[in-house]
């Protein structure tokens, strides 16, 4: 459906959980940061539920995000279910990778389409700075699995952050000269633990195209502005939510694992929707859509999210 800016909304992301086997420095504390108790996580009856709303309101493309979406043990079940409502055209994934390689067949015969796997770094050392715990071995695995499944184009979402990883954006970028995939830099946005990070962490998509200029504009993809090597296999996308935000083109709205709709990332409203059925959810997710907000703050170092939650709550 369109909302009250005539934008159309067909794409729902949908956060499984709160819960992370990763502790990400620019997303989670070291400690808890995961707040939703059993009693208010959506059952996975609940989200199909809630599926079948968001179709009949014009939904074709659903995300399974988290916290960790792979971590909650009846994933490959919610997969299958959500796969399974009619009108449903894509089911995608974003992980971390680490439990990908045991799970990647599963959720392809389940109907997952493919998916994103987050990796902020090629080096096994600041993997496990940036993470505080897991291998790096054991998403490297999940991504080949994941290629091996027909997971595909499987996407690697990059943050960019300064002082950490602009030194292998080239690295980066040379994987989708033979690889037939996608890697996908994203601005770092001031929202949960990284708003304690120094100005310099915040670094503009731009610093690709400086640290890669040979790299060829090529369009647009959803939000990705995407680019290859001229003898390139695969893409690279550069995404700019903070330099060059895109809410005029928005076409997505977001499911907590707690049963709130959050119409806008950087917004603090959120419309609870856990505990209505029939009419009574349909109305109020139409009402949602309807009134999403024509844009969020202007985001820069200093100028924070408005989201009452941080990442891994929302799910990216
Ligand atoms: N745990 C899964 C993962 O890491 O892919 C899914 C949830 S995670 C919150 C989704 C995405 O949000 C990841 O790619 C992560 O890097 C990104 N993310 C988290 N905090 C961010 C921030 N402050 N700015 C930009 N991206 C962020
Ligand atoms: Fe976990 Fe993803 Fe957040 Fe990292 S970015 S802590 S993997 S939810």
Known sequence: ??????????????????????????????????????????????????V???VSLGITKIRITGGE???????????????????????????????????????????????????????????????????????????RKALQAGLTPVKLNTVLIGGFNIDEIRDFAEL?????????????????????????AFVKGDVVLEQVPELVEVGESGVARMFRFADGKGKVGIISPVSQHFCLTCNKIRLTCDGKIKPCLHSSEEILIKGLHGEELYHTMEEAIFWKPAKHVDLSYGYQSESKRAMNRIGG
Do not use: H, W
């Not at 005539?6 to 819960?19: C, F, G």
């Open 1 to 50: 459906m369109r909302d009250k800016f005539d934008r159309e909304i067909n794409y729902l992301r949908i956060s499984v959980t709160d819960e992370c086997n990763l502790r990400c420095i620019y997303c989670m504390p070291n400690e808890g940061g995961c707040d939703t108790y059993s009693e208010d996580l959506l059952s996975r009856k609940e989200i199909v539920e809630i």
């Open 69 to 143: 979406p792979l971590v909650r043990p009846d994933i490959v079940d919610i997969c299958r279910d959500v796969a399974s409502v009619k009108g449903i055209k894509e089911l995608a994934i974003t992980t971390n990778g680490l439990l990908l390689a045991d799970l990647a067949e599963p959720l392809k015969e389940a109907g997952v389409t493919r998916v994103n796997v987050s990796l902020d770094t090629l080096q096994t050392d600041k993997f496990r700075r940036i993470t505080r715990r897991g291998k790096y071995k054991e998403v490297v695995a999940g991504i």
């Open 176 to 200: 989708t000269r033979k690889g037939d995939f996608e890697v996908r830099f994203i601005e770092l946005m001031p929202i949960g633990e990284c708003v304690k990070f120094p100005k310099s």
């Open 52 to 54: 079948q709303a968001a």
